[in-house]
């Protein structure tokens, strides 16, 4: 008889005569391909403590590839140079290329609005070259981001003469978007980010589901890095050619940059209606920032901007408090419209301001660049306004630093 005719006659029985077969089967020497029917014994019996220790084996081994990768720095080189990452770690690189020299340092930070708007071969050339600026701004970020970029770009905290942060605004008036859950800071600054720092950083965004998604980021930076990974894999040889141009001559590009070359001429508002009267040939673009910007939303007053302010700008400012370096804020232009003074109080501002090497411009310093020619959108200066917002601040920074 066959083996799948054994098998039939065997399902055939009823359930109380298979199980007396099996246990006579299990008792007999069965004839060499009977076996199927033997019941077999692992080998290693599978116990709670084993299925721990490999668990464990598992996860060092992960942690051990992932730091070869992501914590030794040399993923950082090949970056895709306009990612979130990338800006923020080029900064860094030619910060460490490019030595201090016998020219005093000043550093501009801040978002896209800094990038556009700041021009640090102007700020240098008004200081008579007897100080060396630099654009350390990186789009999107803010001031979680901008902490980290200075706790390892600066260690010593003694590299600048003077650093300028550019804020929105000093009112505290909380907006729409809360800082403090803005899960894309990972990103940013997720080379920078030591073990230690994991815990503190990601109960940081007080959201409990962004905090274990933050805490898994920064505890295996592939996970990430994961895109820019898969991008680099897609393209190996354009990217590595992109990154070792930008590594070389970025920081020339962007000194080089002279800002959009778009503007808001004939912008109007009608301030019954909330609305915008746009130029024609207005983009997309420009009339989102633009309404966004001079139209404040109206958003529940909690404190939040307060509490967000003096964890991540007040670390800034205790960094480096035994430092001879000068911390400047300075209220950027706000919008292509004069718009109304936020009702909130500027309290983060204010509980600085008196401190030892610290200097809080005037807020309406750049107020008479509100004007729609001279911003490109809602937000950024344009070709026109970039040298005359870099002119008055290297003025203004070369007279508190040097004293003329």
Request: proline letters at 6%; glycine letters at 8%; hydrophobic letters at 35%.
């Amino acid at each position: 008889m066959e083996l799948p005719e054994i098998q039939r006659a065997i399902e055939a029985l009823p359930i109380e005569s298979r199980r007396d077969l099996l246990v006579w089967l299990q008792a007999t020497d069965m004839p060499r391909g009977w076996g199927l029917f033997r019941k077999r014994k692992p080998k290693h019996p599978v116990t709670l403590k084993r299925a721990v220790l490999w668990s464990l084996v598992s996860l060092a081994l992960f942690l051990a590839l992932d730091a070869a990768i992501f914590r030794s720095g040399w993923y950082y080189n090949y970056l895709e140079p306009n990612s979130t990452t990338g800006q923020l770690e080029s900064q860094l690189f030619w910060l460490r290329h490019e030595r201090p020299g016998a020219t005093p340092e000043v550093a501009a930070i801040g978002d896209s609005r800094i990038a556009e708007g700041f021009s640090a071969r102007k700020a240098t050339a008004v200081s008579g070259d007897k100080l060396h600026f630099w654009n350390l701004a990186v789009s999107g970020s803010s001031p979680r981001g901008w902490y980290y970029l200075l706790r390892d770009g600066d260690p010593t905290h003694r590299r600048f003469k003077a650093i300028a942060f550019g804020i929105d605004h000093y009112s505290d008036q909380d907006g729409i978007e809360t800082p403090a859950t803005r899960i894309s800071d990972l990103n940013y600054v997720v080379g920078r980010l030591r073990l230690t720092d994991c815990l503190d950083f990601s109960q940081s965004f007080l959201v409990p589901d962004f905090q274990h998604s933050v805490f898994v980021g920064c505890l295996f930076k592939g996970v990430t890095l994961r895109r820019d990974v898969q991008g680099l894999l897609e393209n190996r040889k354009q990217r590595f050619a992109q990154a070792k141009d930008w590594r070389n001559n970025g920081h020339g590009y962007i000194d080089g940059y002279g800002g959009k070359p778009e503007d808001l001429t004939g912008l109007t508002r009608n301030s019954d209606t909330k609305t915008l009267n746009f130029p024609p040939g207005t983009k997309d673009w420009q009339s989102a920032t633009a309404l966004a910007t001079v139209f404040h939303a109206d958003a529940p007053q909690t404190g939040e901007l307060t509490a967000y302010r003096k964890r991540w700008l007040g670390r800034i400012v205790e960094m480096y408090k035994d430092s001879p370096t000068q911390l400047i804020f300075l209220e950027l232009p706000r919008a292509p419209l004069p718009t109304p003074e936020l009702a909130a109080r500027s309290r983060f501002i204010d509980s600085i301001r008196n401190r030892p090497k610290i200097t809080v411009l005037p807020k309406e310093m750049f107020r008479d660049l509100e004007h729609p020619e001279v911003f490109a959108d809602g937000l950024h200066l344009n070709e026109k306004g970039r040298p005359i917002f870099s002119e008055r601040l290297g003025n203004t920074i070369t007279e508190l630093v040097l004293g003329r």
